[in-house]
């Protein structure tokens, strides 16, 4: 951690004087954690441990997480030595979604010249942030770890070994003790694309103390919305510690498409010859084509069931069912990405009892005339499947989980519908049902797409407003569905809305940014810009 009064060689052994010159240098209040929450805490670590060992002995990495969670051995830091480095920042981001949409920020802050430490919470968190950055990790740029259990003795000894001068927390997971030590040590502690939905808000209006103690003890919330900004307010946090900022799910990871995932299904289909790369430069609609040939399906409707969680599945098989009963529309390819690796097998099984004609990506099968629905078993090749589809269905969101990302396969300009629980991402869903690129029974916001003044199916029109149950929302949504693989143009000027209003709000990614730098600069005003020993 950065200190004017630390001589310029100092090692790792100097974080007590360095944390303690930092108090010296920026005296500010720290709100200690209630008695009873440090109580209870310390009497569920062990039965936390216990759940770390039902969940994951049989892992190879066991002992790795158990050792990083309880504070017994971490990596090595990233390396501070060198031109530019302005220090770690430290990152807790709890699981695959948050990791995702935190990329881009660590991407930039990171090519500003600051060195990040990430944590996970989950394995599936754990797993991405080591495939997303491994490039970083290798390069001594970033190190990685599971997020260390809210005790403080492990915390002390966590913030000592990483030395953060900084440290972000994404959307709303946030943990008492760690707060409190970090605002002990005068480190600044940002919420970065703060969210807290009204569910959530009741939570922690249960612990109202606690609660408290956190919000006084964040240097910083750059919220989503008004809305979360409001919430934070009422359990304690003053309004200059508030921002808001929009939302980074607006933000799309690169790379967007894997040239690899083209290969492969050339591979699959012996034409070796014909492999297709596609050029980044190219418009949506021309990678679109590009990969529909690559695939040999350009003469196929094609939809997407992406990110999907247990009982979505058997949804979008009766709708693709559906679907394929119509003449019109007996030829469409249905493309099934299951959320989690682990339900692969089991997602298979499921294709099967249906009697619908499957190919399986793992088992690098060509996706043939006869192929009506697609099993994406594959890790890493998201972006792949929403710009090959012409409609996604994005998942965690006919469930109750609280919705995926909207924005990627608005990026790549292909329409979405989605189920009524997207309370993870409802200001998104909105601001794309207004330019009538996402389809959400129900959702009051949405205006269809129409062409030469033409009603976009005037029943939907008519009826989206009116569903009462999961029955009806099945129902309105088959009938978007169709209505949009039966219309590809009209698809195609919906999926267009919504990449144009993505590329409209990338600008978040500079304001959170901004706020995150003017944080550390008020902290540690000498040292922004310099280099970090």
């Known amino acids: ?70 504070g017994k051995q971490y990596p090595p830091r990233p390396a501070t030595t060198g031109h530019g480095n302005k220090g770690v920042i430290w990152c807790h981001a709890v699981s695959l979604g948050e990791t995702n949409t935190v990329a881009p920020l660590l991407d930039a802050l990171l090519a500003s010249g600051y060195q990040i430490w990430l944590t996970n919470t989950t394995q599936t968190g754990f797993a991405r942030g080591a495939s997303r950055f491994a490039n970083e990790i290798a390069q001594n740029r970033m190190s990685h770890s599971y997020v260390p259990v809210d005790t403080p003795a492990v915390i002390e000894t966590f913030l000592t070994h990483v030395q953060p001068i900084a440290a972000l927390f994404v959307e709303t997971e946030l943990w008492a003790n760690i707060l409190t030590k970090l605002a002990q040590h005068q480190i600044p502690s940002i919420l970065v694309n703060g969210r807290l939905s009204v569910a959530s808000f009741k939570s922690y209006q249960k612990i109202g103390a606690v609660s408290t103690s956190m919000m006084k003890n964040l240097a910083l919330i750059i919220a989503q919305d008004s809305d979360s900004a409001k919430r934070f307010r009422q359990l304690g946090a003053d309004s200059a510690q508030i921002r808001v900022a929009g939302s980074l799910k607006w933000v799309i990871n690169t790379p967007k498409i894997d040239d690899k995932a083209i290969d492969s299904s050339e591979q699959a289909g012996d034409t070796e010859e014909a492999r297709v790369q596609i050029p980044s430069k190219k418009n949506a609609l021309a990678k679109k084509n590009e990969l529909a040939k690559a695939f040999a399906i350009a003469d196929r409707p094609v939809w997407v069931a992406a990110s999907t969680h247990n009982g979505e599945e058997e949804t979008a098989l009766s709708l693709h069912q559906q679907l394929l009963s119509r003449p019109v529309l007996a030829n469409t390819l249905l493309i099934i990405v299951p959320r989690h690796p682990e339900r692969f097998d089991e997602v298979a099984a499921l294709i099967e009892k249906t009697g619908l004609t499957m190919a399986r990506r793992s088992l690098d099968e060509a996706i043939n005339a006869d192929t009506q629905v697609y099993l994406a078993d594959s890790m890493g090749e998201m972006m792949t499947w929403y710009t090959l589809a012409n409609v996604a269905l994005v998942g965690g969101s006919l469930v109750d989980i609280g919705g995926h990302n909207p924005v990627e396969p608005a990026s790549v300009a292909t329409p979405i519908i989605m189920g009524r629980y997207t309370q993870s991402c409802q200001s998104v869903v909105d601001k794309l049902a207004e330019v009538g690129a996402l389809y959400q029974p129900n959702n009051e916001f949405y205006r269809p797409i129409t062409i030469d003044g033409s009603n976009e199916s005037a029943k939907i029109i008519a009826n989206h407003l009116h569903g009462t149950d999961s029955a009806d929302d099945t129902a309105l949504i088959y009938q978007q569905l169709e209505a949009w693989l039966n219309d590809l143009p009209l698809a195609t000027q919906a999926g267009q809305a919504g990449e144009t209003i993505t590329v409209q709000q990338q600008a978040v990614l500079t304001r959170q940014f901004t706020m995150i730098e003017d944080v550390i600069e008020q902290y540690f005003p000498q040292n922004l810009g310099q280099e970090i020993l």
């Open 1 to 70: 951690m950065p200190s004017s009064h630390t001589p310029s060689n100092a090692s790792s052994n100097s974080t007590d004087t360095m944390l303690l010159d930092n108090n010296l240098l920026t005296d500010r209040a720290v709100y200690q954690t209630p008695f009873y929450y440090q109580f209870l805490i310390g009497v569920l670590k062990p039965l936390y441990r216990l759940q770390v060992w039902r969940r994951s002995h049989k892992r190879d990495n066991y002992q790795q997480e158990v050792a990083q969670r309880f």
